[in-house]
């Protein structure tokens, strides 16, 4: 092409003119003069207010469908507000209408106030501690569900609550009943109560839950003021504590009997258990591990907290045998038989300041015991000295120097002070604090998803309600015509996947993002066959969850009840 022979340039009174300002979206910004340097000046920039803004427009222009635009504008909520009712918003209801439940939420408007739009339900929470070896779009089919071991730790526990002995020949005691014997030994032992002791599971007729009975065999109550004196351990509530819940004597077993009420813990174990057991699985003996430190400063933190809260009752322990501690989770300790040495040895009298010193001693000595391997110490049966010169292999300065502290008696006229033990452990307390807290993170993290899974849960119930329904209010074509059958072929497309070769699909991530998408009701549409190949369907999942509560809605219908 030719070259023109015009110059590049612009004339005076171009030059001269006014810059172009745009004022509406769409226009087109000319080029700066090419004579000139372009300069970028941030403070010659306006902050952006939209200006003649039409969502309607603007979600045509998009391609946005009809049923989908809203009818308010998102940058101006104040007219709106102010025809509303004043109804507290609440954003976790299923249908929330903006006209009903919006009024106090937008009251006082900001210079920008975002439409009102239903919380995401159809994401999994990023709760917690996560894998990091996955990439962003990838899951493994357990992470939506709790981990196996937690799972399976609680189902025995539920198992163990609701276990029954049948052809039992055990007595119903006062209002509890079902009595399940939980001694794993069938020798009666006096060791540490004086009397024969057995613990039984039991259900309260009053209330439905599960209780432990522990039975003091042979005892005669001489002085009725003494089972009122276990009713004070009511005050204490505590964790680290087996609550005290009745006493009372009875003839139910053919003597006179005492009877303890305390709460119950499935598959918990004794410290005698948990540590002084070692067999294998043929029964055999085994060398015994040395029980970390860490482990044993967690026992020290949680039995220093429950001694804590007793002592500020006005009452003492007395009884921290190894087979009288539970073992109830992981490394998780628990006082039990309180308030069974204060019946039993109530004519003694004894003053309850001397009691709580005693309380310093046989802490040391459980402790001792269970670092050291040796349940006779928490008797007595053994000299101490020896076993704390033992520590010196296996623990550190600090440890040994707390156990010795707990050990060794006051210098009268002085007390112990168990405050002054909890200021020299403070260190060991922080430690023991920060991993309950990621304890409880990691319990939140599980929690999160069952959240998510018994949302799910309760919309299959749904679809399980409609689908395939053999009659309702004499229609016995009821879920196959209508709307109704668009769910059926809804169930079919989720659950009942095919491949070429008419093999069955199994794939859970394809339930759980349908079932998700349901639950949001995306726009998104799907193709529904039937099983003939006769009928091709294309919806959207809005319109299908706009189903589902128009079926379930009018099967609510003539019970009158929400689900």
Not at 194 to 217: C, D, H, M, Q
Request: proline share 6%; hydrophobic share 40%.
């Amino acid at each position: 092409m030719p070259v023109s022979g015009k110059a590049s340039t612009i004339s005076s009174q171009a030059a001269a003119a006014a810059p172009f300002t745009p004022r509406y979206g769409g226009s087109t910004t000319p080029n700066p003069p090419e004579a000139e340097a372009s300069l970028f000046n941030p403070a010659q920039i306006k902050e952006f207010t939209p200006q003649h803004y039409d969502l309607s427009q603007g979600l045509l222009t998009n391609g946005g469908t009809p049923d989908a635009i809203p009818t308010f504008d998102p940058f101006s909520m104040q007219t709106i507000s102010q025809a509303m009712p004043t109804t507290t918003y609440n954003p976790y209801l299923e249908e929330n209408q903006i006209t009903s439940n919006a009024a106090t939420y937008f009251q006082t408007p900001a210079a920008f106030v975002g439409p009102a739009q239903p919380l995401q339900y159809h994401l999994y929470a990023p709760i917690g501690a996560h894998r990091q070896d996955l990439l962003a779009y990838q899951r493994h089919t357990h992470d939506f569900f709790m981990p196996n071991d937690l799972r399976e730790d609680l189902q025995k526990k539920s198992e163990a609550a609701r276990q029954v002995m049948p052809n039992s020949q055990l007595p119903a005691v006062e209002h509890y009943h079902t009595l399940v014997p939980l001694d794993t030994s069938h020798h009666k032992s006096a060791t540490v109560f004086g009397f024969p002791s057995w613990v039984y599971k039991a259900v309260s007729s009053k209330n439905g839950l599960t209780y432990v009975l522990r039975r003091i065999e042979g005892f005669r109550l001489s002085n009725a003021n003494a089972v009122q004196s276990a009713k004070n351990w009511r005050r204490v509530d505590n964790a680290g504590v087996v609550s005290v819940i009745d006493a009372f004597t009875t003839r139910a077993f053919g003597d006179s009997s005492l009877i303890f009420v305390y709460n119950y813990y499935p598959q918990s174990k004794t410290i005698v258990e948990a540590h002084f057991t070692n067999t294998n699985r043929y029964g055999n003996r085994i060398a015994t591990a040395v029980v970390s430190e860490q482990i044993l400063w967690g026992y020290v933190v949680q039995l220093a907290n429950a001694v804590k809260s007793i002592h500020a009752a006005n009452l003492a322990a007395r009884c921290m045998d190894p087979s009288k501690v539970l073992v109830t989770d992981k490394n998780r300790i628990r006082l039990n038989a309180c308030s069974i040495f204060d019946v039993i040895h109530f004519e003694a009298d004894r003053p309850v300041a001397e009691l709580q010193q005693e309380d310093f001693i046989i802490f040391g000595k459980l402790i001792l015991a269970i670092a050291t391997n040796n349940v006779n110490l928490a008797s007595g049966a053994t000299p101490l000295k020896g076993s704390l010169e033992s520590l010196k292999r296996n623990y550190s300065v600090e440890f040994r120097d707390t156990i010795e502290w707990l050990l060794t008696p006051a210098q009268a006229p002085g007390t112990k002070d168990l405050n002054e033990f909890i200021r020299g452990i403070s260190g060991q307390i922080m430690t023991s604090y920060d991993n309950s807290l990621h304890a409880n993170d990691t319990i939140i993290s599980t929690l999160s998803q069952e959240l998510e899974n018994g949302r799910l849960f309760r919309l299959i119930a749904k679809l399980g309600t409609i689908n395939e329904r053999p009659e309702y209010e004499g229609d016995v074509k009821w879920s196959e015509v209508g709307e109704r059958y668009f769910l059926k072929l809804f169930r079919d497309y989720v659950f009942h996947q095919v491949n070429a070769e008419g093999k069955p699909v199994v794939d859970l991530a394809h339930v759980l993002e349908c079932m998700n998408k349901l639950d949001a009701g995306v726009a998104e549409r799907i193709k529904l066959v039937s099983r003939d190949d006769q009928d091709c369907i294309i919806v959207s999942y809005k319109e299908l969850k706009k189903q589902v509560d128009a079926a379930f809605g009018e099967l609510l219908k003539p019970a009158g009840k929400r689900y």
